[in-house]
């Protein structure tokens, strides 16, 4: 089955709004990562996020290890933020050999 | 100014035919990667390199050849192209084990 499953598959928000992006897996990992992939395809790293929270600017990455989640928290969303939101994990005794979810399509309206 | 560099952007190649797909970075990392976008999937891991060593190869198919002439280059070699190795490929790199990963721009590779 899908180790990496996040949700919602996509989102529309209006400028301003905040979102909640959920990654949920299934297997013992060694470290959890979030992306921006833009619009082009080119993908930016957001965190390292292995466990509990981190915060970047209006981002906020939450790992709980027991609850095998990662959520990604944009406050005050722009339309600059419309992209895909990749989560992935590296599971444990690999390389940084990341399993990718399938991304969550998000679009902000003006 | 980008700092993991892959050429091409774009390639078109016909079946059959072998191409090299370049990738050098300029972030003194030690570990380098490569992983393949197809239409409507999810990224996925091919190949894992650390200091010029081959940590994990998760690609079936011995017509993906990973080659690291130097620290901060790996190229990959697809020989004998089929239509289904159409996709975006994307090279990463990483300081070292449990690090976090930046990632080339990709070629994007259409085999016809």
């Known amino acids: 089955g899908q180790q990496v499953q996040q949700s919602p598959a996509s989102l529309v928000l209006q400028e301003g709004e905040n979102a909640e992006l959920q990654c949920n897996f299934s297997?013992?990992?060694?470290?959890m990562q979030w992306f921006y992939q833009r619009p082009g395809g080119s993908l930016v790293s957001l965190f390292y996020?292995?466990?509990g929270t981190k915060h970047s600017g209006r981002l906020t990455s939450t790992t709980v290890i027991k609850e095998r989640r990662s959520s990604l928290h944009i406050s005050s969303s722009q339309t600059t933020d419309s992209g895909t939101y990749l989560c992935?994990?590296?599971?444990?005794?690999?390389?940084?050999?990341?399993?990718f979810g399938a991304g969550t399509r998000l679009a902000v309206c003006p | 100014d980008p700092k993991i560099i892959q050429k091409p952007k774009y390639l078109v190649a016909v079946t059959g035919s072998e191409k090299i797909l370049i990738c050098e970075q300029y972030?003194?990392?030690?570990?380098m990667y490569w992983y393949r976008q197809s239409a409507k999937k999810p990224l996925e891991f091919m190949f894992s390199?650390?200091?010029?060593?081959?940590?994990d190869n998760q690609t079936a198919s011995s017509r993906f050849q990973p080659q690291s002439s130097k620290k901060n280059h790996l190229d990959l070699q697809i020989t004998a192209l089929k239509p289904d190795d159409s996709a975006t490929y994307f090279c990463?790199?990483?300081?070292?084990?449990?690090?976090?990963?930046?990632f080339g721009h990709g070629t994007k590779l259409s085999v016809l």
């Open positions: 992935a994990l590296e599971l444990s005794g690999s390389f940084n050999k990341l399993t």
């Open positions: 390199y650390s200091y010029q060593k081959l940590m």
């Open positions: 990463a790199s990483s300081q070292g084990h449990n690090e976090r990963l930046f």
């Open positions: 297997t013992s990992l060694n470290s």
């Open positions: 996020n292995p466990s």
């Open positions: 972030l003194g990392h030690n570990a």
